[in-house]
């Protein structure tokens, strides 16, 4: 059997004792007495805060300090000291669970203390007997295991006392995050969930509402800070700022008080998330509810959200609509019969029955004459109805219930697994140290159906979510909303019914509490400068940028085919522009092209008529009719650049536009050459006529024309024109053009068409002053001076159009080009042929007698 050691702060208690031998000392303080106690085999120990207070003193260390005295029996923890003694009684009856051996408790109060837990943890290890001998550090531990206490605070110092004696301490209600840490706890263990998870989970509450601007307060101990501290880390990674955050602690000043109140009232956040315990809380609650602050929206932690004493209270009606994670609900078959089949007669000389029967029944057993009535014993607590006897809410105490079964199924297996190996007696029963390896390994199922095993010392995180709704006679009832199984997937683990919610001022509609309202799709979040993130704002999205979120932080670009809509929130394909035939600029220059080859159709026409004429004939009627065939193809290719871009357009409009024109100034420079060389024959001893006859203009006219074939023909081999799709131009827009393919084919064909208007130009240009009445050449002059006027401003045109502008300079350069060769040539004799027929005679045409020797004529003698 292990010895006891006996721990260093239980000698400084001992440091001042009177010793009779070297061997024995005697306390001079007063020893630490449980105030419930049962002897078994094996003893559990458990610390509860049964009274709320100590009633401190000042001692002037001039005599023995009397015993410490506690005020305000609280009623909560009572019930929990009972329901471990009924756990205990349950199991010494079973059949089933330490069969043989049975158990018995000690159970100390610490009043709410640090310093009384510590008292309270070192005499559940020594004991408290006020005399020490040999003996006593041969003795093993006085308890095997230790269930408490409720508050974090005091179970970090028990847990630090006990935890080098690998004496175990199994918690119903410390709920730090920092207790997890087993290298500074390695023998605590707790059936509630650590405040880790709970954090985490009010964190996610809060953002599943859309509080992104909220307060805090808290608890000023380890409950409060770290509670507060993990909520804050869990808050940021959600996107959830806190404006402010309090601390307080029920010994607080009304000043203290007061100043925490005017933080709360001044903020704009209208959603506070209270990580505080109910017995810091109460005084905070009725300064509100003394100054009548109503309209917050309260996010509660599990110490306060189930709190009958808190609930209860009319006065805490602006609590209405709180939120918050409590522990599964569980039910207790015979707890309640047990609860109130207590009373003081079961224990006479037991304080703590008497005052607890006191305090529940408004009464004194004590006859001193006051308006206090007498305690007659007769008083039955199944009349009853408050915290201690209300088994509706057995959140908390169903943690105990499975603490002390945790440690009787740890002792049970233990104890089997002893007896396997070797038989043992009621006097070598196991050390805590055992019972420490096998509570790690324990796994059952308790009596409510709940899984029992533990992580790390922690169990698996399930809250249940609890809503405060006003019942009929003006008190809040707890409404279960939802739940919280961190074992289950991610997008289940938070599960809220929020239909069936009630809000602060008992609305139905979910409060809004934000820094800055939503930024709408369309808009991103643009933080404002020295202010937390949640206060932003709402900046548009750029062209071609959109958000389809809320609160989007940043605008998507759209992909190159898209382009953002209207309202920023959506990618639209961009809006394909090219020259069509049914908007306005494409109609209009389809109706001109359309008339220039129907006039060009009607000269023909005329022409046809009139070919026997002296005006026809005086212009060689052959390479006039050509020409105006060239001219109806010159129009007509124009409309090959109206419509969308395909392969085929694409080849057939430049080709097509190259071919023509140049059979068209072939015809031209045809004529000015007939022209020049008709008035050069009649030269005495000149035979040139005969080098430059018909055939001779029509090989001429052809030879020209195949050129440019073969320009094409080796462009649309080597690299033809193609669609292609601009996107440089614009950006809100996708330009579909004909790509030229190959820049040298297409500036090639244009050049090509430039050399033989400008050779023809210069040829006009000679034979524009020959004698003769109707000399064609000023008109060819004319017709090619505005050819080229228009090509040349064409180019640069063309160059800085954008999109179906380009294809439109095109079309129009063809077009005016066109009517230019058009009018200038044609129109004169037109306006002879059917105006001035009179003017149509040879006569008229051979104004001077050396002049008419052009082709088709006879000489005038």
Request: charged share 20%; net charge neutral.
């Amino acid at each position: 059997m292990a010895k006891r050691t006996v721990s260093p702060l239980l000698l400084l208690l001992y440091g001042a004792c009177v010793t009779a031998t070297p061997q024995v000392c005697r306390m001079l303080s007063h020893p630490v007495l449980p105030l419930l106690s049962n002897d078994r085999d094996i003893h559990i120990g458990a610390v509860f805060s049964l009274h709320r207070t100590v009633v401190l003193k000042v001692y002037p260390f001039t005599s023995k300090p009397e015993p410490t005295k506690c005020i305000s029996i609280n009623l909560r923890e009572f019930k929990f000291a009972q329901t471990l003694i009924f756990a205990i009684e349950e199991i010494n009856n079973s059949t089933q669970l330490l069969p043989g051996v049975t158990l018995g408790y000690k159970i100390f109060d610490a009043c709410g203390s640090v310093s009384q837990t510590v008292l309270s943890s070192m005499a559940l290890m020594n004991g408290y007997e006020e005399t020490l001998h040999d003996e006593s550090c041969s003795k093993p531990p006085f308890v095997h295991a230790i269930v408490g206490e409720s508050s974090s605070s005091p179970t970090i110092g028990m847990a630090s006392l006990v935890g080098p004696f690998s004496i175990p301490v199994i918690s119903h209600f410390a709920t730090c995050a920092c207790l997890s840490d087993r290298k500074r706890f390695p023998t605590f263990f707790r059936t509630i969930p650590s405040d880790y998870y709970q954090s985490k989970a009010l964190a996610q509450l809060v953002k599943h509402f859309g509080w992104t601007w909220v307060g805090t307060v808290r608890s000023r101990n380890d409950y409060g800070n770290n509670g507060i501290a993990a909520f804050e880390k869990m808050a940021e990674q959600e996107g959830i700022c806190i404006e402010y955050s309090e601390t307080i602690i029920r010994t607080d000043s009304q000043e203290q008080l007061q100043k925490t109140l005017e933080v709360i009232k001044k903020a704009t956040a209208r959603v506070v998330v209270a990580f505080i315990s109910s017995a810091d809380f109460i005084p905070l609650l009725k300064l509100i509810a003394q100054q009548n602050i109503t309209g917050l929206q309260w996010v509660a932690s599990e110490s306060w959200i189930t709190s009958r004493v808190i609930a209860d209270k009319i006065e805490y009606s602006f609590l209405t609509g709180a939120v918050g994670f409590a522990v599964a609900n569980a039910k207790i078959n015979g707890l309640r019969e047990f609860l109130v089949t207590l009373h003081p007669d079961q224990e006479p000389k037991n304080e703590l029955l008497r005052e607890f029967w006191e305090t529940v029944f408004q009464c004194s057993f004590r006859n001193t004459g006051s308006v206090t009535r007498v305690c007659t014993g007769s008083e039955h607590l199944t009349e009853l109805q408050n915290e201690y006897t209300d088994v509706s809410e057995l959140r908390i105490v169903n943690k105990v219930y499975t603490a002390v079964y945790a440690i009787a199924h740890a002792l049970h297996n233990l104890i089997n697994d002893v007896k396997s190996v070797t038989n043992i007696s009621k006097g070598d029963l196991p050390t805590p140290q055992k019972v420490l390896d096998y509570i790690r390994d324990v796994n059952f199922t308790a009596k409510t159906g709940e899984k029992i095993f533990f992580l790390s010392g922690d169990p698996v995180a399930k809250y249940d979510l609890v809503n405060w709704q006003p019942a009929e006679d003006g008190s809040l009832q707890f409404k279960l909303v939802g739940v919280y199984d961190s074992s289950l997937p991610s997008k289940k683990i938070l599960q809220i019914d929020q239909e069936i919610m009630v809000w602060a001022e008992n609305s139905r509609q979910v409060p809004v509490s934000v820094c800055s309202e939503s930024c709408p799709p369309g808009t991103r979040k643009a933080v404002q400068k020295g202010r937390p993130v949640c206060c932003y704002d709402c900046i548009q999205c750029a062209d071609g940028e959109i958000s389809n979120e809320t609160d989007s932080s940043d605008c998507i670009p759209c992909d190159l085919e898209y382009w953002s809509n209207e309202n920023k929130d959506k990618c639209v394909l961009k809006v394909i522009e090219f020259l069509s035939y049914t908007e306005i600029m494409g109609i209009v220059l389809s109706i001109c092209s359309v008339f220039g080859a129907l006039s060009s159709k009607m000269v023909y026409f005329v022409f046809y008529l009139h070919k026997e004429t002296p005006i026809v004939r005086a212009n060689n009627s052959e390479l006039s009719f050509l020409l105006l065939f060239s001219l109806t193809l010159c129009f007509l290719c124009s409309l090959t650049f109206i419509g969308r871009p395909t392969e085929w357009s694409c080849m057939l409009r430049h080709t097509a536009f190259g071919i023509t024109f140049v059979l068209c100034i072939s015809c031209v420079l045809g004529k000015t050459i007939v022209v020049l060389m008709a008035f050069r024959a009649t030269l005495p001893g000149s035979n040139i006529m005969k080098w430059f006859g018909p055939l001779q203009q029509r090989l001429s006219v052809v030879s020209l024309t195949l050129i440019q074939v073969l320009i094409c023909l080796l462009w649309l081999t080597l690299s033809p024109p193609f669609p292609h799709e601009n996107m440089n131009y614009y950006r809100e827009k996708i330009i579909l053009e004909c790509h030229v393919g190959s820049d040298v084919g297409f500036w090639s064909v244009l050049g090509y068409i430039g050399l033989l208007s400008i050779l023809c130009f210069v040829l006009a240009f000679l034979a524009r002053k020959l004698p003769d009445n109707f000399n064609e050449a000023k008109f060819i002059t004319f017709s090619m001076l505005i050819f080229c006027a228009v090509w040349i401003t064409f180019i640069p045109a063309y160059i800085s159009s954008p999109g179906k502008f380009t294809v439109a300079m095109e079309i129009f350069a063809i077009i005016a080009s066109s009517f230019g060769l058009l009018f200038c040539i044609f129109a004169p004799k037109c306006y002879i042929i059917l105006l001035k027929p009179e003017q149509n005679t040879k006569k008229n045409m051979m104004g001077k007698p050396l002049m008419p020797l052009i082709p088709g004529m006879k000489t005038r003698h």
